[in-house]
C-alpha cells in the first residue's frame, strides 16, 4: 500500500474520532434553550465529518482513477532511504530542545546553541565563524523583538534574574 | 474610482508606505531567489513583522511587495541556475536558463524584469476596474450566498488540483475546516473539540499553522535532499539591453498573457503556477513553425509568455481576497490571515468601510513593480551573490525564523512544539502528494463559513435557505460540478484508454 493510501487511514481515524464526539457527545452538555436552536455547535463539525469520512474512503480505496500509474509514485523507499534522516531527525529534536529551553535559559543562550548547533549538524565546521555569525544574529533578533516590536524576551537564563 | 485612486495616492505615497514596498520587494526577491523557498514561507515568515505594524494599509502593503518580489527572486534563480525557487516560476527556466547558458544572462534577466513589470501593471490596471464591479454585486449577497460563494471557492480549490488529486484536495479542504472548529466559537461560547487541554481553547493560530505548512517543510526537504539547494556562482553578468527586434517580437505575447494571466489568476485555485505554464504552452501554439522551434533553445518569446502571466496571475489572485473575502490560493490566504489579525475583515464592505486600505494596495502595486524594474534590475548582479549562500547557515536560520514567527504571534512555548509536531506531519503529507495550501485555506475560511452557515440556518429556522434562495442554489451547484466534473471526466478518459464505449 503506497503512503497516501496509509495516511488516508491514518486520517479516516482521526475522522471517526472527531465525528463520533460531534454525534455522540459532545450535545450533552448542551443547555436546554440551545436545544431548541436550529443550528447547534455540533451541527456544523457534523456535516464536515461526513465529508471528511467519505473523501478519505475515497482516497483510501483508490476509487478515484486517473492517477495511480501513470502519474509519478510519491516517494519510492530507495529514494527514501537516500535522504538526510539523521539530520532532518536532529534538527527537528533541535527544534523542540529550543522550544522547552526558550524560557528557562533565556533567549540569548537557547538562540546562539540553536544556531551554532543547527549548523555543525549540517556538517559546518568553523567554530568562529559560526560563533559570530550566531552571536551577531541574536543580538540583532533580540534588539527587533525587544525594542522594535516590544515584545518580551527574557535574554539571560532563569536563574540570572530579569 | 477617481475619488479612490486619489485616496489609495495619499495613502500610498507617505513614507512609511514607499519604504514598506521598497523593503517587502527587496526582502522578497532575495529571499525568493533562494532555491526551495516559495512565496508562501515568506509571506509567512514575514507576518509576525508586518501584524505588528499596527497599520493594515502599510501591512498588507509590505506583504504584496515580498509576494511579487519573491515572483521576481524565482525567476531570477530560474534563469541563473536552472533551479526555480518557486513554482510560478518553472516555465521561466525553460527558456531562460538556455539564454543564460549562452552568455546572454543579462538579456534573458532584462527580458523577465520587462515582462513582469508588463504584466503586473497591466493586471493592476485590470484589478481597478474589475475589483469595484465585483464589490458592488457582491454587496447584494446574503450570508447564504456568502456561504455559498466559499464552498464554490473552496471546491474550486479542489477541482484545479489535477486528476487523481481531487480526493486528496477535498480531503485536505475538510482536515482544516476541522481544524477552525477546535476551540471557542464566536457564536456558541462553548469550547469545542479541546480535548480539555487549556491551550487549545483559542484554537490552533494561523500563523504557527502556516510556517507548519509551508516554511518549515520546505527548510526540511532542503535538509533531506541536498541536491534541491544547488546554490553555486551566477559567473558575469552583463549587457542587460535588449534589441529592438526582441521588444518587438514580445511585445504581443506581453500584451496576450498579461490578459490570461490575470483571468486564470482571478479563478481561485488557479494561481500563478498554471498561468505560467498554460501561457508558455499558448504561446508556443501560435507561433509560427520556426519561431516554435526556437521555444526551449532560449526564445524570447517563450521567456516573456510565463513571466509576463505569472505576474498577472499574481495580480489577478487579489480580485477574489479584496472584493469577496475568499482568498484562491496559498499566498492569498496567508494575507487574509494576516488581515484578520489587524481587525480588517476583507470582502465586498472592505471599499466602502476602508477604502485607503483597498486603493492604497492597488497603488502600491504599481509603485512595487516600477521598483522590482528600476532598483532589482541594476542590483541583480549583486543581489544574484545571495545564491552562494552556505546552505550550512541558511537552514538553521529559516528554522529559526519560522520558530521565532510562531513564538512572536502567540508569546507562548508550547506554540513552538505544536509547530514542530505539524511540522512534521506537513512534511509527511508533502512526501504523499497531499497538497498543503487547501488545508491552509480551509482553516482560514472555516470560522467564517460556520458563521454564515449559522446565521441563515438561524434566519430560515432550517437548511430551507437553500433551495428558497436560487443563488444560494446555483451557486451550490456549481460547486458540485466543480468536484463531480473533474472525477468524471478522468474516468471516462480512462475507460476509453482500455476501449471500453462511453456511456453518453
Partial sequence: MALDRWIALVLLGICLVYGYAAWFT??????????????????????????????ALVILLGLEKGQAEDAKPTITWTEFRSYKLAQAALLLGLMVAYALLLRPAGFIASTMGFLILGSAVLGERRWITMVIVSGLATGVVWYLVQVVLGIFMRPLPAFMGV | MLEGVLIGLETAFSIQNLLMVVGGCLIGTFIGMLPG????????????????????????????????????????????????????????????????????????????????????????????????????????????????????????????????????????????????????????????????????????????????????????????????????????????????????????????????????????????????????????????????????????????????????????????????????????????????????SPGPRLMVDDPQIFWAVIISMYIGNLILLILNLPLIPYIAKVLALPRNFLIPFILFFTLMGAYIGQNNATELLILVGFGLCATVLRFADYPLAPLLIGFILGGMLEDNFSRSMQLYDGVSFIWERPMTLGLLMIALLLVVLPSYRARRAKARQSGVADGD
Fill in chain 2, 37 to 344: 523557498l516559495g512565496p508562501m514561507s515568506i509571506i509567512a515568515i514575514m507576518i509576525p513583522v508586518a501584524i505588528s505594524l499596527g497599520d493594515p494599509a502599510a501591512a498588507l502593503i509590505l506583504l504584496a511587495g515580498v509576494y511579487y518580489g519573491a515572483i521576481f527572486g524565482g525567476s531570477t534563480s530560474s534563469i541563473l541556475l536552472n533551479a526555480p525557487g518557486v513554482a510560478g516560476t518553472v516555465a521561466t527556466s525553460f527558456d531562460g536558463y538556455p539564454m543564460a547558458r549562452q552568455g546572454k544572462a543579462g538579456k534573458a534577466l532584462t527580458i523577465a524584469a520587462i515582462a513582469s513589470f508588463c504584466g503586473g501593471t497591466i493586471g493592476a490596471i485590470l484589478l481597478m476596474i474589475f475589483a469595484p464591479m465585483l464589490s458592488s454585486v457582491a454587496l447584494l449577497f446574503h450570508s447564504a450566498e456568502y456561504f455559498a460563494l466559499m464552498v464554490v471557492g473552496l471546491s474550486a480549490i479542489a477541482a484545479f488540483a489535477g486528476t487523481g488529486q481531487v480526493a486528496k484536495a477535498i480531503m485536505m479542504t475538510v482536515l482544516g475546516l476541522i481544524m477552525a472548529t477546535v476551540g471557542e466559537g464566536a457564536l456558541f461560547n462553548m469550547p469545542r473539540f479541546t480535548m480539555g487541554l487549556m491551550d487549545l481553547q483559542s484554537g490552533f493560530a494561523f500563523i504557527t499553522l502556516a510556517m507548519a505548512m509551508f516554511a518549515l517543510p520546505e527548510a526540511l526537504f532542503l535538509v533531506l535532499d541536498p541536491a534541491r539547494s544547488k546554490s553555486g556562482s551566477s559567473g558575469d553578468i552583463k549587457d542587460l539591453r535588449i534589441t529592438r527586434e526582441e521588444a518587438k517580437a514580445m511585445a504581443p505575447v506581453v500584451g496576450r498573457q498579461s490578459l490570461q494571466g490575470f483571468f486564470i489568476g482571478v479563478l481561485p485555485g488557479a494561481g500563478a503556477t498554471i498561468a505560467s505554464f498554460l501561457g508558455y504552452a499558448v504561446e508556443r501554439n501560435i507561433a509560427p513553425k520556426e519561431e516554435q522551434e526556437q521555444f526551449g533553445k532560449g526564445s524570447v518569446k517563450g521567456l516573456a509568455a510565463p513571466e509576463t502571466a505569472n505576474n498577472a496571475a499574481c495580480t489577478g489572485s487579489f480580485v477574489p481576497l479584496l472584493t469577496l473575502g475568499i482568498p484562491g490560493s496559498g499566498t492569498t490566504a496567508i494575507l487574509l490571515g494576516a488581515l484578520i489579525a489587524l481587525n480588517v
Fill in chain 1, 26 to 55: 459532545m450535545d450533552g452538555g448542551l443547555a436546554p434553550f440551545m436545544r431548541r436552536n436550529p443550528i447547534w455547535p455540533s451541527t456544523f463539525p457534523k456535516v464536515l465529518s461526513i465529508i471528511a469520512i467519505m473523501s
